[in-house]
């Protein structure tokens, strides 16, 4: 993914640059990776039950959470736990939990299941990431193929305590257009506490859609009613896009890329391609590979041999997904996009 120049001329507050901004965090991610991993896959069974005992458990997470973030940075409780997140079973950790099991028979569009290989969640929340030393040691860790890692939440935060960018700013950004990209404006919703000092909030955007901007008054909803602290804080979510691993590392800039009116946070942005976009350009990629291997063989049958389009079509038709799309029939983006007549698959 390419930087490119913000689109959105910054807004300096107060005699503030860019070079004063304090650096954007990584305040909670949600990873996902396969469960073969800790040596305890049952990927090929037809059974989502987990048989291994707790000491087995704990002690190959235990090992997986050292080798990833470190030695004693995460302590793996003894007790596994019941599931969650549609999980079968799970465990907590001093910063956050993991999910794990029952999850390796998906629908396969005819009214059945397969089978696939089973993969656990490893989520971090905010007091978790604060303990993480080095992002760029996960980030090199996690970025290796044999790991098939996949962020599938994470959320970037920046602080301003001096609350130099307010929530009426915020609120004066959308109302001048400047939080809208491509086509109409995000949706936008504001929570008013009427200066009772509970806070203010204004959210941007939709969770349901994959990203989610909330601007709000964190030092007054942690009680202080007195604070000027205001966080800017981006929640991304796998549904309609591959949030890059590189949002560890320059959080600042996918930050600074979700809306034209962030690209203050950082001088690069980095924008992530929603699953709209990258089903389109793979589809189109796919026709080009297909026009270069076939095109001439059926301009051959409608030439030479008198064949009808409809004839070719059925002589080539074979039901299924291309591997390259797979992840856009497995996540019914196509579904979403065009409605039950697409399921196909």
Not at 100 to 109: K, L, M, S
Not at 300 to 325: D, T, W
Request: hydrophobic share 35%; proline share 4%; glycine share 10%.
């Amino acid at each position: 993914m390419s930087a490119q120049a913000p689109e959105f001329t910054p807004s300096v507050i107060r005699g503030e640059s860019t070079l004063d901004l304090p650096p954007v965090i990584v305040d909670t991610v949600s990873f996902s990776f396969p469960l073969s991993l800790i040596g305890h896959d049952r990927s090929n069974e037809d059974s989502p039950r987990w048989t291994a005992s707790d000491a087995e458990i704990v002690e190959a997470f235990q090992s997986f959470m050292d080798d990833v973030f470190g030695r004693n940075v995460f302590t793996v409780d003894e007790k596994v736990r019941g599931g969650r997140n549609f999980f079968d079973a799970g465990c907590t950790f001093d910063g956050g939990f993991i999910a794990f099991g029952g999850n390796n028979r998906v629908p396969d569009g005819y009214g059945g299941h397969r089978i696939v290989e089973q993969r656990f969640q490893l989520y971090v929340d905010g007091d978790g990431c604060c303990r993480v030393p080095d992002w760029s040691r996960v980030h090199k860790k996690i970025s290796q193929a044999s790991m098939d890692c996949r962020i599938t939440r994470a959320d970037l935060a920046y602080d301003d305590h001096a609350g130099s960018r307010d929530v009426a700013h915020a609120i004066q950004l959308y109302k001048d257009g400047a939080f809208t990209g491509r086509g109409r404006p995000p949706k936008a919703s504001y929570v008013d506490d009427f200066d009772s000092g509970k806070g203010k909030t204004l959210y941007i955007g939709n969770r349901a859609n994959g990203k989610i901007l909330r601007v709000y008054e964190k030092g007054r909803q942690l009680g202080d009613v007195a604070s000027e602290w205001v966080r800017w804080e981006l929640e991304l979510h796998n549904r309609d896009r591959e949030i890059p691993l590189d949002v560890l590392v320059s959080p600042q800039e996918f930050l600074a890329g979700s809306y034209p009116a962030m690209s203050w946070v950082s001088d690069i942005i980095q924008k992530i391609s929603t699953g709209r976009e990258k089903l389109k350009i793979t589809y189109q990629k796919l026709v080009a590979s297909a026009r270069i291997q076939y095109g001439k063989l059926l301009h051959f049958g409608a030439l030479q041999l008198g064949k009808s389009k409809e004839e070719m079509f059925h002589e080539i038709y074979k039901s299924g997904v291309p591997e390259r799309l797979r992840w856009a029939a497995d996540n019914h983006l196509l579904q979403r996009e065009l409605g039950e007549e697409a399921c196909f698959f």
